[in-house]
């Protein structure tokens, strides 16, 4: 008997205005999930990074290089990863949908693929756009490579050949 099958699926929030400027989030909450609310940046939420970086660049290095520094007040990479983590592994078995913040959507995937914590800051993840995790008994995937929007396709690229229509140009 196959045990039941967990999917995640994580929708990045978009770009507000404080991020649009370079400024440290306010860990956004996720309603239902209270682990997977976003990362808690202490007395450096609402300030920009070039900002911290004036002030302290020592500190700001440190966040950014070891994964068990926390910003004054706030939480350190691990913490955040170990946080997302356990709620993942809390979850019942179904579907799952959550928009949440990038830095939830880089841990889940650190903590899920098993991934060391430096692995963090190697991975972009795009404004609006979803990770899905699948899981079954402690070991989790992440699904990559889903299809475009056929529509979405069609304007980047134009139609498919194989599907256009009109005269042939084979002789």
């Not at 070891?66 to 997302?84: K, M, N, Q, T």
Request: with cysteine; proline share 8%; aromatic share 6%.
């Amino acid at each position: 008997m196959k045990t039941p099958l967990i999917r995640v699926r994580l929708s990045r929030l978009p770009l507000d205005t404080a991020a649009r400027l370079g400024r440290f989030g306010h860990a956004q909450p996720c309603p239902g999930y209270e682990g997977l609310r976003g990362l808690d940046a202490g007395e450096w939420a609402g300030r920009t990074l070039d900002g911290v970086a004036a002030e302290d660049p020592a500190a700001l290095h440190a966040w950014m290089t070891d994964p068990g520094y926390a910003p004054p007040g706030g939480e350190s990479v691990d913490a955040l990863i170990a946080r997302v983590g356990a709620e993942l592994a809390g979850l019942a078995a179904g579907t799952h949908r959550m928009a949440v913040e990038q830095a939830v959507v880089r841990a889940a995937v650190v903590y899920a693929l098993e991934l060391p914590a430096a692995a963090f800051w190697r991975l972009d993840v795009r404004p609006e756009s979803v990770t899905t995790l699948t899981g079954r008994a402690g070991r989790w995937n992440l699904l990559v490579g889903q299809p475009e929007d056929a529509d979405q396709t069609a304007q980047r690229f134009g139609p498919d050949p194989a599907t256009r229509s009109g005269p042939s140009t084979s002789s």
